[in-house]
Structure formats: structure tokens, C-alpha cells
T-cell receptor
Framework: DGGITQSPKYLFRKEGQNVTLSCEQNLNHDAMYWYRQDPGQGLRLIYYSQIVNDFQKGDIAEGYSVSREKKESFPLTVTSAQKNPTAFYLC?????????????FGNGTRLTVT | AQSVTQLGSHVSVSEGALVLLRCNYSSSVPPYLFWYVQYPNQGLQLLLKYTSAATLVKGINGFEAEFKKSETSFHLTKPSAHMSDAAEYFCAVIDPSGSARQLTFGSGTQLTVLP
């Protein structure tokens, strides 16, 4: 079955360490997205990519970095510069450029930094 | 700029009762609107979407939503709640004329279904 795989499901890191979250999709979607979810705040867009080797900052990109070397993969690195990295991170993808195409989500990675 | 407001961060209903989750949007032009559902520790699933074809939109699991331009609303309803409906629900909007052209999500409504 096609879908989006995020790994790992739970991740624990010490403060000051960079950490990379994996996102792989086999839906053949061009566009991919990273969202951060905090209780009571909905989803906030970190980065998105509409084509391989190109990506744009979202609303809260500071302290994060991404790459898009392959269509299937869009890893997110949470750097030590991110002030409050503990959160639930969701990866999503979408086919085509139509505004009304729905997002398909992975099951998320819960990152805890202590 | 587009935005979406979900009234009520927590809603409780009895099993079999009507479910009403409120969503109001702000957009300079008729937007595209979506409702997503999230079960614990999972990603979001699309329930339904409004794309101007019809004001009453039917989705999965018996949910529907009505687009009311005069009230700038897109409330989600279900005639009879089931225990399996307990989840968090997100309304989202995209303004096709905006420069961002990305989904903006509301802060979510946690639905509890009481036996």
C-alpha cells in the first residue's frame, strides 16, 4: 500500500544535539511538507518542497533544516539552534499543484529533548 | 491573510447525540476549506473538503459540513455520535489568491464521546 513513513515514532535527544527525522513516501507525490504540532496550537508549517532539489521556509523555519535530494525523501534536521524542539512532527505530501488536493500525512515522530 | 478559528478546544457529546464542531474562516476570496481528523499519536486524515462545487459537503464516517459565505463558517456535523468518533478535529483553509498558497490550520477541537 502507498503511504508516508516517518521514523522513528519516538525520539529522545539531549539538548545541544542535532537530530534528523526521516520521511519517506511511495505515493509519487511532488510536494512534501513538515509540520510541527504543539498542544492547543494546531499545525504550523516548518518547510515545504514542491520539487526535487528545491524547498521553501514555512512559518517557523528557524532552527530547522531540510533537504530534498530524492522525490521520495524529505528529511528534517532539528538543530541545536531550535529553542524549544520538543514536539510532535508530522510529514505530509500532496500530488500536483492544485490547491484543493488534500494532504496525506505520516503517523508522526514525537521528539523529546531534555 | 487567511486564518481559521475553531470555537471550543474541547467538545463533549453523548453517544448517539448530534456532533457540531465550529469553524470560522477569514479570507479575502472564497477559500478552499478542509476538515481533518487525528486519532491519538497518528497523522491527520481528510474527512471532507469544500471547493465551491456544492455548499453542503459529505465526508467519510457520516460527517458533513456546510459552507455559509454570509457567516464565513464551515461547521462540521454528524447526526449521531459514535464512540469511535472520539478524536481531535482540525479545520483548515487555503486562499487560492494568496501568496502563501499553503494550508492554514485551526488550533483543533478535541471531541469526547460519553457512553
Amino acid at each position: 500500500d502507498g503511504g508516508i513513513t516517518q521514523s522513528p515514532k519516538y525520539l529522545f535527544r539531549k539538548e545541544g544535539q542535532n537530530v534528523t527525522l526521516s520521511c519517506e513516501q511511495n505515493l509519487n507525490h511532488d510536494a512534501m511538507y513538515w509540520y510541527r504540532q504543539d498542544p492547543g496550537q494546531g499545525l504550523r508549517l516548518i518547510y515545504y518542497s514542491q520539487i526535487v532539489n528545491d524547498f521553501q521556509k514555512g512559518d517557523i523555519a528557524e532552527g530547522y533544516s531540510v533537504s530534498r535530494e530524492k522525490k521520495e525523501s524529505f528529511p528534517l534536521t532539528v538543530t541545536s539552534a531550535q529553542k524549544n524542539p520538543t514536539a510532535f512532527y508530522l510529514c505530509a505530501s500532496k500530488s500536483g499543484s492544485s490547491y484543493n488536493s488534500p494532504l496525506h500525512f505520516g503517523n508522526g515522530t514525537r521528539l523529546t529533548v531534555t | 491573510a487567511q486564518s481559521v478559528t475553531q470555537l471550543g478546544s474541547h467538545v463533549s457529546v453523548s453517544e448517539g447525540a448530534l456532533v457540531l464542531l465550529r469553524c470560522n474562516y477569514s479570507s479575502s476570496v472564497p477559500p478552499y476549506l478542509f476538515w481533518y481528523v487525528q486519532y491519538p499519536n497518528q497523522g491527520l486524515q481528510l474527512l471532507l473538503k469544500y471547493t465551491s462545487a456544492a455548499t453542503l459537503v459529505k465526508g467519510i464516517n457520516g460527517f458533513e459540513a456546510e459552507f455559509k459565505k454570509s457567516e464565513t463558517s464551515f461547521h462540521l456535523t454528524k447526526p449521531s455520535a459514535h464512540m469511535s468518533d472520539a478524536a481531535e478535529y482540525f479545520c483548515a483553509v487555503i486562499d487560492p489568491s494568496g501568496s502563501a498558497r499553503q494550508l492554514t490550520f485551526g488550533s483543533g477541537t478535541q471531541l469526547t464521546v460519553l457512553p
